[in-house]
């Protein structure tokens, strides 16, 4: 069984910085993409970065500038650097990966998401 589990939340004022983290664990074989997504109370997960195994990334808007997303393969663990931060950056922050198993001989691959973690950036 895999599963991603992130730390770093908190509460922060307003231009302040927070660093999130999330790592992977289990039986893992290999891992894509992972990337770090916001929701907000009734509203859809929204990418806010996102990068693959040989760390291109990708940013939404709102972040561009701001955030900084990286990855360490040897420990399955990815990072979000969150600067400059305002109160709409509030809300729930979730790691998401592709990641693979090895069963017998077969590759499964599995869209795994993490449990969250709460950002609230408030004065």
């Known amino acids: 069984q895999v599963q991603l589990v992130e730390f770093g939340g908190g509460l922060v004022q307003p231009g302040g910085s927070l660093r999130l983290s999330c790592t992977a664990s289990g039986s893992i074989f290999n891992i894509k993409d992972m990337g770090w997504y916001r929701q907000t109370s009734g509203q859809q997960r929204d990418l806010v970065a996102s990068?693959?195994?040989?760390?291109?990334?990708n940013y939404g808007d709102p972040v561009k500038g701001r955030f900084t997303i990286s990855r360490d393969n040897a420990k399955n663990t990815i990072y979000l650097q969150m600067n400059s931060l305002r109160p709409d950056d509030t809300g729930d922050y979730y790691c998401?990966?592709?990641?693979?198993?090895?069963?017998?001989?077969?590759?499964?691959?599995?869209?795994?998401w993490g449990q969250g973690t709460q950002v609230t950036v408030s004065s």
């Open positions: 990068i693959t195994r040989d760390h291109k990334t």
């Open positions: 998401n990966g592709v990641v693979s198993t090895l069963q017998g001989d077969q590759i499964h691959e599995w869209d795994i």
